[in-house]
């Protein structure tokens, strides 16, 4: 196509019309040549091609620390790949590591799932590493690592990283959290010579208030000296040919006025079955009375008190019957028990013992018959307490699934009528309705996609996966349609019954895939960056929290015509109030990138963050100097309040063992050496 050209106007000081600059013309001729040349060099790195976007962001992120903002599915994984290959074709160029490239992602199934990205894209020799595995020993130009893993071997081998000439932070945005990321920027901001930073994320910052928005994505920016933040703009997506449609949004917070009405004739069609001669406690909304004692009620507990919350509601006898029925089977268990073996109740302990998430396990090693029913009646006290008691659902079909057997009959005696009271009273159509919906939402979404349908059902806790996995294998309406499993983080298990192996979550991803399953349930795992392309529908179960779940669950559907399903919102964090938040950070990026970035590096800025770091290191040391007990908890406390951790390492000397305890602060390094004759001894003492 012919470039029109503009002609000048007359100068006062002539009447001749100027000529054009030829010289200015070849220049930009030059200049659109040596773009060309750029976009030709940067392709030829790796083996799919790359997109017009992903070569403007390679060219100015192989210069400086950066952070890429795309959305799932555009290709961030793949501008990692250029940019490692880039590191290793130019090691003579850079400061630190010859050329090699850390890639930190912050799961285990993202290593596999990454390092196979990396080395089809260029082959390069790639390594894994996490906490299933030893360090390797090979060569190799990317280490692909779980940060958690890799500090921990900063302290144990003396690894440091100035080995590396690159280091990729996926998921970039858990730094401004407490996540095994933000420990390890702290540790980058004291290492000499620096490598060269990449961040990767399709949203920064968690915050939904809009002045909050800016100062974490300045505080990321300054936690990772990154003095670039780079994106591209919907219509250069598409331009490029990025085709990730966004699905269409349903809303199914409440159920309609006639499902409501049949819901209250069944009720009361019950309470005519039920034994009149029965007496029955009150009945109080599930859903009202302990939200009511957390926001309006005498008794007020903050956010981190659900335990206490859930206490008060039992002892007061505000909770429901359901839960009062359930708790006093368990204290009648916990007798029985006391009665032949030594036991004092994991409900009533301080410390690790006390925590929910500790009783299940307490009682898994106890000797007894009855241990087993009360470790599945704690699992279903836990999923009360830390949902508020709002999911007497859960609670009433997990007890289905791990008690409503025969051998548990058995053993209960006398206790088993008590047990099929609890059971009738969590069949209540009152306890249901999440479940109805569920059903529901599950019917029209198979109608929508008939035999095509792919969906990821997402939930906030891993138990609830297999919950939902019980409810849906014994629904008449659904089993037949839904081939479904759990996936979720395999690090740790889900409780002392319940577990997805490594294995069988790579199965499932790759069943998920083939259409052998056509429903995967899962946690935030599937969430953040795992492959599953063939999703054509997400149905959020639990309410969205953040922002950045908000992007990375719908992000999961990419299909044409795909479809987002939101059973519930939390009061205060809206739908309407989590988009607009993910408009607000966009709009910032967009149109206010280069005002962030300098905000973040200017003299204020830095001196404010100075200020606030100084203030933290203050009342970290007030602590320590009145801190008794055990000083491995003390140094553990003392650096969570710091932002930091303790980084250890253990070597033979003597006929004994050295440990190095060593802790970072502002003005540097603080260390400890201590020679003990075990390294227990060795790392107490230090």
Aim: charged fraction near 25%; aromatic fraction near 6%; charge should be neutral.
């Amino acid at each position: 196509m012919k470039q029109a050209t503009k002609k000048s106007q007359p100068s006062s000081a002539s009447t001749h019309t100027k000529p054009i600059d030829d010289g200015k013309k070849s220049q930009k001729i030059e200049k659109d040549m040596l773009e060309h040349q750029e976009e030709l060099n940067w392709r030829g790195l790796v083996r799919t091609p790359l997109r017009q976007y992903q070569v403007k962001i390679c060219s100015s992120a192989c210069k400086q620390n950066s952070i890429v903002v795309l959305p799932t599915g555009s290709g961030k994984t793949l501008i990692a790949a250029t940019l490692a290959q880039w590191h290793r074709n130019h090691n003579k160029e850079v400061e630190t590591g010859n050329g090699k490239t850390l890639f930190l992602v912050p799961t285990i199934m993202l290593v596999k799932q990454q390092s196979h990205a990396v080395e089809s894209n260029t082959g390069l020799r790639v390594a894994q590493f996490h906490g299933e595995l030893k360090w390797p020993t090979q060569e190799y130009d990317v280490l692909v690592s779980t940060p958690a893993s890799f500090k921990k071997k900063i302290g144990e081998l003396k690894i440091s990283f100035t080995m590396f000439s690159l280091v990729i932070f996926d998921e970039v945005h858990h730094v401004v959290k407490q996540h095994p990321y933000k420990k390890l920027a702290k540790l980058l901001q004291i290492c000499a010579p620096k490598p060269r930073i990449l961040g990767l994320t399709a949203t920064c910052t968690y915050a939904v208030d809009g002045g909050k928005i800016g100062d974490e994505i300045i505080n990321l920016c300054q936690e990772l000296g990154v003095t670039a933040l780079l994106s591209a703009t919907t219509e250069e997506l598409i331009r490029d040919g990025y085709h990730g449609a966004t699905p269409d949004l349903t809303k199914h917070f409440e159920s309609s006025s006639s499902d409501k009405g049949e819901r209250k004739m069944e009720e009361e069609e019950e309470k005519e079955e039920s034994d009149s001669d029965d007496e029955k406690p009150e009945v109080l909304s599930v859903f009202g009375d302990v939200n009511d004692i957390i926001t309006n009620g005498t008794a007020k507990f903050p956010p981190h008190q659900s335990k206490e919350a859930f206490f008060y509601s039992i002892e007061s006898g505000e909770a429901s019957p359901l839960l009062l029925r359930t708790m006093a089977l368990t204290r009648e268990i916990e007798k029985r028990i006391a009665a032949r073996i030594p036991f004092s109740s994991p409900m009533e302990a301080k410390g690790k013992k006390g925590k929910v998430s500790e009783w299940a396990v307490y009682a898994s090693k106890l000797n007894n018959p009855l241990a087993s029913i009360l470790m599945h009646l704690y699992e279903a006290l836990r999923l009360m307490v830390i949902s508020w008691s709002t999911a007497p659902d859960l609670m009433s079909e997990y007890l289905k699934m791990t008690l409503l057997h025969k051998e548990y009959i058995d053993l209960m005696g006398d206790l088993a009528v008590e047990f099929n009271a609890i059971l009738k009273e969590g069949s209540s159509p009152k306890y249901l309705e999440r479940f109805d919906r569920l059903e529901r939402v599950l019917l029209d979404q198979l109608k929508i996609h008939g035999k095509n349908f792919r969906g990821i059902l997402f939930v906030q806790q891993k138990l609830t996966t297999h919950i939902l996995k019980h409810f849906i294998d014994h629904n008449d309406q659904l089993s037949p349609k839904l081939r479904c499993d759990c996936i979720y983080a395999t690090s740790s298990e889900c409780n002392p019954s319940f577990r997805v192996t490594p294995t069988q979550s790579r199965e499932r991803v790759s069943g998920f895939a083939s259409g052998d399953l056509n429903l995967l349930i899962a946690t935030m795992v599937a969430e953040e960056g795992m492959d599953i392309p063939a999703a054509n529908c997400i149905i959020r179960f639990d309410p969205i929290q953040t922002p950045v779940s908000l992007v990375q669950g719908r992000g999961r559907a990419r299909q044409e015509k795909s479809t987002f399903v939101v059973m519930g919102e939390m009061e205060g964090r809206s739908l309407e109030e989590l988009s607009h938040a993910e408009k607000h950070q966009m709009d910032l990026l967009h149109t206010h990138s280069k005002a962030l970035i300098e905000t973040a590096h200017s003299d204020q800025a830095l001196r404010k963050k100075r200020m606030a770091d100084e203030n933290r290191e203050s009342s970290a040391k007030k602590y320590l100097e009145n801190a008794t007990g055990n000083p491995i908890s003390i140094i553990k406390t003392f650096c969570m309040k710091l932002g930091c951790e303790a980084l250890e390492s253990f070597s033979k000397e003597g006929g004994g063992v050295k440990a190095i305890v060593s802790v970072h602060m502002m003005k540097g390094m603080f260390e400890s050496q201590v020679v003990g004759k075990s390294k227990q001894e060795a790392k107490f003492g230090a």
